[in-house]
Nanobody, 126 residues
Framework: QVQLVESGGGSVQAGGSLRLSCAAS????????MGWFRQAPGKEREGVAV???????EYAGSMKGRFTISQDNAKNTLYLQMNNLKPEDTAMYYC????????????????????WGQGTQVTVSS
């Protein structure tokens, strides 16, 4: 059974930082691709950042330089460090994983990832 549990969301002022965590359980091969996705009310889900087993990362343009995705394999945990947060970053943030890695792993998989967490809310005030 695969379970992804996010934590670390909250409310911050613009310019602040948050660190999201995603604790993963289940077989290691189910996490060949891991990523963070977000969805704001009334908006389409969008990819934030993904990472594969080789450590290759991809970031959405507006997050480059502000967000960092990382993983601690020993702890089975995925992280998203978010700095210089902006009001437009307000959304529900979801952790996702998939057993398909390699070229599959990318931000375009926002609807294709097999496993999803329940989400953690991030609210940024101006």
């Amino acid at each position: 059974q695969v379970q992804l549990v996010e934590s670390g969301g909250g409310s911050v002022q613009a310019g602040g930082s948050l660190r999201l965590s995603c604790a993963a359980s289940g077989a290691t091969y189910t996490r060949n691709c891991m990523g963070w996705f977000r969805q704001a009310p009334g908006k389409e889900r969008e990819g934030v950042a993904v990472i594969n087993t080789l450590g290759r990362t991809e970031y959405a343009g507006s997050m480059k330089g502000r967000f960092t995705i990382s993983q601690d394999n020993a702890k089975n945990t995925l992280y998203l460090q978010m700095n210089n947060l902006k009001p437009e970053d307000t959304a529900m943030y979801y952790c996702a994983s998939d057993l398909r890695g390699g070229d599959f792993c990318g931000l375009s998989r926002k609807y294709d990832m097999l496993y999803w967490g329940q989400g953690t809310q991030v609210t940024v005030s101006s």
